[in-house]
Nanobody, 123 residues
């Protein structure tokens, strides 16, 4: 089993920045990938970004490139999501996920999910 715990969400003004963290514990594997998804009220959960175990490969939602950056520290079993120039439309619950599927952009590629952390961007 794997447990994922997100932190770092909060309320920020438009144009501001936040860094989310996701701490993994349990039986993680070097073949796994970690990703971030988000879900706004009334909308489907959507892919944000993912990173390979090594950190050498990353995948971004095209619309978020340049504003969001994923990184990881395997010594701490933690993945980070740095978000800059935040917009009100970035308001959502952000979920961390870990999985072994071959396609990083889809929810079904992930087996474990965190409880989510709320990000609210005010205009």
């Amino acid at each position: 089993q794997v447990q994922l715990v997100e932190s770092g969400g909060g309320l920020v003004q438009a144009g501001g920045s936040l860094r989310l963290s996701c701490a993994a514990s349990g039986r993680t594997s070097s073949s796994s990938r970690m990703g971030w998804f988000r879900q706004a009220p009334g909308k489907e959960r959507e892919f944000v970004v993912a990173i390979s175990w090594s950190g050498l490969s990353t995948w971004y939602a095209d619309s978020l490139k340049g504003r969001f950056t994923i990184s990881r520290d395997n010594a701490k079993n933690t993945v980070y999501l740095q978000m800059i120039s935040l917009k009100p439309e970035d308001t959502a619950v952000y979920y961390c996920a870990l999985g072994y599927g071959s396609i990083p952009y889809i929810k079904s590629a992930y087996d474990y999910w965190g409880q989510g952390t709320q990000v609210t961007v005010s205009s």
